[in-house]
């Protein structure tokens, strides 16, 4: 028999463990031979020269990106505390003093667990008179974390739906989630060749946050998380600038301190440039959910929701279903779910193909029963609405006789 | 090759932990899209006491597009052509994604028990049929003993 | 893409041929409708215009081993045709006929008669002499 040999894709596709798993399996050049599931620490120098004017090509043009090696990144995450702070010291000071010329920050995501090695407060500079937010418990900070000790940020596009013109709407991207230790930095900015060849051995959840937008710098600004799970925003130095909540970090070319973000802030990057009608002169516009803020996690309410679904199967068909007949995998609470008229019910991405396929009409695949998906709440509401006005409903009984004896004679009675 | 669905996976085990009566159904080693099935031949029926080989295979688009299933076995019957191919509304128009391989196979298996010659794919068979019911059934049974040999045990 | 087996694979050409959704140009279908493992089957080739093949049709008996179609059918010239790919006694098409040696998965009978046709028609072998008409291998 065969079936030993299936690819058995793990419980979650998405863990970091399995990525990592990957990952490692991809890279024959690990020679650290870790034993740490995650291989973090990742650090990435991006060296730019696109400061104050474009184009400006004065001393250090090179346009060096490069990933550390391997063994470089891991020492790093073994130095002892005050070794790490001069590190992350140096990182800092060799970025800000760039005046002119080249523009030097570096990407990096450490493992979780550092908390007592580094002292990160030496790391962030909130803005003048506002402070760092006071020091959370162990059970909340557990609770920030993903079950590997990660703090994670998750950004959305944010369309507004308060302007109505199809301009202005941003650039439109997939949901970006990124996960990080304690005092990592994960920088932003846009989408090149050799950003693309430099992280294409790591795991998504470890990239750079990059964008295919030109009025986005290619190092725009960055993320920071320090060890209680707070993320703080940066501007780098951007040209056009890095919004949050619509008031702007720095003006053009200046470094801004690090601006504590809260779940559901907006983020604008850029602005649009020629009104913003071609896709790669859209600003970024982006909603963020901070340490899995995001995750539905089943409530009293979601589970009686279900409940109520599955026992209106039973009555309508006489069956209990709890399987979706289309994956064969259990509908469970907070999930999408779509119920036709005939009470069958399936994940909604499952079955999703089918309603498009014939809609309005739906053909029920469990017991083949055709609905029209469009019709039923209409003729409802108007049948109510006629036996109010008795003039309209003498009108609508000719109709109705003649092309529904049944309703017509339901009339008259 | 782009991964098994997981529906795949599922059925797959579920089709050797609680197999079907009569019905074998094994993934080829290098296709695990690509089924070797038999068949039983169903009680009082012309097929009885036969074991009928057929391939299945799952296309891209399955359980979106239906199963494809041919008789490797030669076998006598109005519902299906010379070249095994089995004329089964649940495998062109009326598949549904709600199926699946074991009822795919049941369908095919009640075909056995009951031909239905007056939506014939094998013309000249469901001819035979209509005109002499009971000589195209011996006809079917001595097939059957032809082809259809259970292997000895 | 999964793969596609060979006997659902033949069974789709069958029906592309049958149903003629292929090309008017050539044709082909099973040789033996009773043979359930479709292996030898009949092809034609109508004669490229313009070439000393116009008009005339060519016939073919095509042969698709148990690994088809990983690997390439055998096709053979029943109809006389003097073609450098094919072979003068046997009427066999020479394996190193560019389409059989590159043979790909993807590639069909059909495939494979369209290739034979353009090769007739290439310049150095329209003007080829050929056979008279009706003659076979």
Request: proline share 7%; with cysteine; net charge negative.
């Amino acid at each position: 028999m065969s079936i030993n040999t299936a690819p058995s894709s793990p419980p979650n596709q998405t863990s970091p463990t399995a990525a990592a798993a990957a990952a490692a399996a991809a890279a024959p050049h690990d020679h650290t031979k870790s034993n740490n599931p995650i291989r973090l620490p990742i650090s990435i120098s991006l060296t730019i020269n696109d400061t104050l004017n474009h184009g400006s090509n004065n001393n250090g043009g090179s346009n060096g990106l490069g990933i550390l090696p391997s063994r470089t990144a891991t020492s790093l995450a073994m130095m002892n505390g005050s070794n790490a702070n001069a590190a992350a010291a140096t990182t800092e000071t060799s970025a800000v003093p760039a005046v002119a010329g080249t523009k030097s920050i570096r990407h990096f995501v450490y493992p979780p667990n550092q908390v007592n090695q580094i002292d990160f407060s030496l790391d962030i500079h909130p803005p003048p008179n506002t402070s760092l937010p006071e020091r959370i418990d162990q059970p909340t900070l557990k609770h920030r974390m993903d079950k590997h000790g990660l703090f994670s940020i998750r950004l959305t596009p944010f369309i507004d739906t308060t302007s109505s013109s199809a301009a202005n709407q941003g650039l439109f991207f997939d949901p970006i989630i990124r996960t990080a230790g304690a005092g990592s930095q994960i920088i932003i900015g846009r989408y090149t060749e050799r950003v693309r060849e430099a992280i294409s051995k790591i795991p998504d959840q470890y990239h750079p946050v990059v964008f295919k937008s030109k009025v986005i710098s290619r190092t725009h600004g960055c993320f920071k998380v320090d060890d209680q799970g707070n993320w703080f925003l940066k501007d780098v130095k951007s040209s056009s600038g890095t919004f949050l909540n619509h008031q702007r970090l720095s003006s053009a070319s200046t470094t801004s301190s690090d601006h504590l973000l809260h779940d559901g802030d907006i983020i604008q990057l850029g602005m649009d440039f020629r009104g913003g009608t071609e896709e790669i002169y859209r600003c970024v516009k982006m909603k963020i959910e901070l340490n899995k803020s995001w995750k539905l996690k089943a409530n009293a309410f979601n589970k009686e929701a279900l409940n109520r679904i599955k026992s209106l199967q039973k009555l309508t068909t006489g069956l209990e279903q709890e399987d979706c007949s289309i994956c064969l995998n259990k509908i469970k609470p907070c999930q999408a779910i779509f119920i036709s008229p005939c009470a069958h019910s399936w994940h909604f991405h499952c079955v999703r193909r089918l309603v498009i396929l014939s809609y309005p009409q739906f053909m029920c695949p469990n017991c083949r029963s055709n609905c029209d998906l469009e019709a039923t709440l209409e003729s409802e509401s108007e049948s109510e609405f006629e036996s109010e006005s008795e003039n309209e409903s003498d009108i609508e009984m000719d109709i109705e006789v003649d092309t529904n004896n049944n309703l017509g004679v339901r009339l008259i009675d | 090759m782009a991964s098994l669905p997981k529906r795949i996976i599922k059925e797959t085990e579920k089709l050797v932990s609680d197999p079907v009566p009569g019905i074998t159904a094994e993934p080829h080693d290098d296709n695990l899209r690509y089924f070797q099935v038999t068949i039983e031949g169903p009680e009082q029926s012309p097929y009885e006491d036969g074991v009928f080989k057929l391939e299945l295979f799952l296309p891209d688009d399955y359980p979106m597009e239906a199963p494809k299933v041919r008789f490797l076995t030669k076998i006598y019957h109005p519902n299906i052509d010379r070249l095994g191919r089995i004329c089964l509304d649940v495998l062109k128009t009326n598949w549904s994604p709600a199926l699946q391989i074991r009822t795919v196979l049941l369908s095919i298996q009640a075909l056995l028990a009951s031909p239905n010659p007056n939506d014939p794919l094998a013309n000249d068979v469901a001819e035979d049929w209509i005109k002499n019911e009971e000589g195209a059934k011996a006809k079917a049974r001595e097939w059957t003993k032809l082809y259809a040999k259970k292997k000895p045990e | 893409m999964s793969k596609v087996p060979r006997n659902f694979r033949l069974l789709e050409e069958l029906e592309k041929g049958e149903k003629g959704f292929g090309p008017e140009s050539c044709s082909y279908g099973l040789a033996d409708s009773d043979d359930i493992t479709m292996t030898k089957w009949n092809g034609t080739i109508l004669g490229p215009p313009h070439s000393n093949h116009e008009n005339r049709i060519y016939s073919l008996s095509i042969e698709c081993g148990p690994n088809y179609p990983d690997s390439p059918p055998k096709v053979t010239f029943i109809s006389k045709i003097n073609l450098p790919c094919v072979n003068q006694t046997t009427g066999e098409v020479q394996t190193d006929f560019h389409t059989l040696r590159d043979w790909k998965r993807a590639y069909t009978m059909e495939t494979l008669l369209l290739d034979l046709r353009k090769e007739m028609a290439t310049p150095a072998n329209k003007k080829l002499r050929q056979p008279k008409e009706g003659e076979t291998f």
